[in-house]
């Protein structure tokens, strides 16, 4: 398994920009051996995918409510992954989590093993 930390969340206005940062440790802590993905969770809901990134190559995938305002990516030589979220609205004020899956490319939360702690994001109206 890989070790994940997420960064970047905090407080932001609608219409306003956050990016959020997973930094990958441990023994297999190589990202670009493993399909990268960011899950959010609001108050009271499932954990529901928001954005993937395949495990080779640089194919990324999206919820229909993310696409367009989002951006998932990786630097493999930093061992990070990154989400850029733009546009951002009430509805996305969530815990934010990033998870690592050796699958080449999912968006089922059973298919990912390796978790970050999580990192809050609040969208104010």
């Known amino acids: 398994q890989v070790q994940l930390v997420e960064s970047g969340g905090g407080l932001v206005q609608a219409g306003g920009s956050l990016r959020l940062s997973c930094a990958a440790s441990g023994r297999t802590s190589t990202i670009s051996t493993y399909a990268m993905g960011w899950f959010r969770q609001a108050p009271g809901k499932e954990r529901e995918f928001v954005a993937g990134i395949m495990r080779s190559g640089g194919s990324t995938y999206y919820a229909d409510s993310v696409k367009g305002r989002f951006t998932i990516s990786r630097d493999n030589a930093k061992n990070t992954v990154y989400l850029q979220m733009n546009s951002l609205e009430p509805e996305d004020t969530a815990v934010y989590y990033c998870?690592?899956?050796?699958?080449?490319?999912?968006?089922?939360?059973?298919?990912?093993?390796?978790w970050g702690q999580g990192t809050q994001v609040t969208v104010s109206s």
């Open positions: 998870a690592a899956s050796q699958l080449t490319a999912t968006m089922r939360r059973n298919d990912y093993n390796s």
